[in-house]
């Protein structure tokens, strides 16, 4: 069991003894992420529908955030954008009907707003893309209004304040966090206080144990076993998949395929066959990733040009790309843009092995 402080105080009791506590130390300890130092809304529904799905790490690493905002500052900007220039900014982080969706709430502000981002709950909710959530994110962040928040993090810090023991993911226990939520919700300095609540469950009520010493609202705290909590309804089975890829680069140039299914419409990746076209092709590399409930075993194959009637006929879903120019600025699943990589860095190696040998 942690070490954890015992509750000496009620949260709904006393409402602006817990919003304080917050506040105060969000405001003397909370993180200067770039998304925080602006109350464009637009801005902050980009940041807010790339932390979907997405850790804080992997958005801030490669400068995720900024590098949209410099490519389309704007709801104007992203509504004209052709796909292809969303899907590259988008690449790394998944779920790429985000980005679609994205552009589609930007052209309803161009279209239906005359270009200025709305301001009310129900406006903003009606956007392409935006729930419960990210509506009262938006409104909280950008405008200070007095909006609630659940996601994931609020959602665990609740289950382990108000010590609730049955599954989150029901109906019911999604009305109560709501319930709580706007119970405890300040009318002032509601940005200040929905940061914290994210925080504090990003830094100190996390995954497994929390940090209960370090947290600022460990007194108004119900739970006597939060690595217990929160719980949630049997997950669903993972399946295991494996995907043949062929590798055929001819002419200084690799030969890609565009996806069709919904998930990663519009992204390039390498041509997949069926394991019995497969089996006489020398494997190139063996590599893991997982994509929602599935986890995938990419066999990469070398293939030669005579190979492609195992490809069927042509498709104008297939093209090739010039490794040196066009192959870094086309969109990709991450997988396999790593796959690509190491394989082509391997060549490299091999070749400047045998030039030195
Ligand atoms: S870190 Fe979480 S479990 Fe621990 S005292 Fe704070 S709210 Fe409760």
């Excluded at 419409?265 to 599935?294: F, Q």
Aim: glycine fraction near 6%; hydrophobic fraction near 45%.
């Amino acid at each position: 069991m942690t070490d954890k402080p015992v509750q000496t105080r009620e949260p709904l009791a006393e409402p602006a003894a817990f919003q304080r506590a917050l506040i105060d130390w969000f405001l003397d300890d909370g993180r200067d992420y770039p998304w925080r130092r602006t109350t464009d809304p637009y801005a902050i529904l980009v940041s807010e529908i790339m932390l979907q799905q997405t850790q804080i790490a992997t958005v801030l690493e490669r400068d995720y955030f900024g590098r949209w905002l410099a490519r389309f500052p704007d709801v104007a900007a992203l509504a004209v954008a052709p796909e292809a220039d969303l899907l590259k900014h988008w690449e790394g982080l998944g779920y790429y009907n985000r980005a679609r969706n994205l552009q589609k709430a930007a052209r309803v502000v161009v279209e239906t707003h005359g270009g200025r981002f709305p301001e009310s709950w129900e406006e903003i909710h009606a956007l392409p893309g935006v729930g419960r959530y990210t509506a009262g994110a938006v409104l909280s962040f950008a405008y200070d209004m007095s909006a609630p928040i659940v996601d994931g993090n609020v959602a665990r810090v609740f289950a382990r304040l108000f010590d609730h023991r049955e599954a989150i993911d029901s109906p019911a226990a999604q009305k109560s966090l709501w319930s709580w939520a706007e119970a405890l919700l300040p009318e002032s300095q509601v940005r200040e206080y929905n940061s914290a609540l994210m925080e504090l469950g990003q830094r100190f009520c996390g995954k497994g144990a929390p940090d209960c010493l370090a947290c600022p609202v460990a007194s108004f705290c119900a739970t006597r076993d939060p690595e217990m909590l929160p719980r949630k309804k049997a997950a669903r089975e993972t399946v295991s998949v494996i995907e043949h890829a062929l590798f055929i680069v001819h002419e200084g140039k690799l030969l890609l395929e565009q996806e069709s299914g919904s998930r990663r419409k519009g992204l390039w990746r390498l041509p997949l066959i069926p394991e019995s076209a497969a089996r006489k092709m020398p494997v190139l590399l063996k590599s893991k990733y997982a994509i929602t409930h599935h986890r995938v075993d990419l066999i990469v194959q070398q293939g030669q040009v005579a190979d492609l009637t195992l490809l069927g006929v042509e498709s104008p879903l297939r093209q090739w790309f010039d490794l040196a120019t066009e192959l870094p600025e086309v969109a990709m699943p991450s997988p396999f843009r790593r796959a690509i990589e190491r394989i082509l860095q391997m060549d490299s190696d091999a070749a400047s092995f045998s030039l030195e040998s």
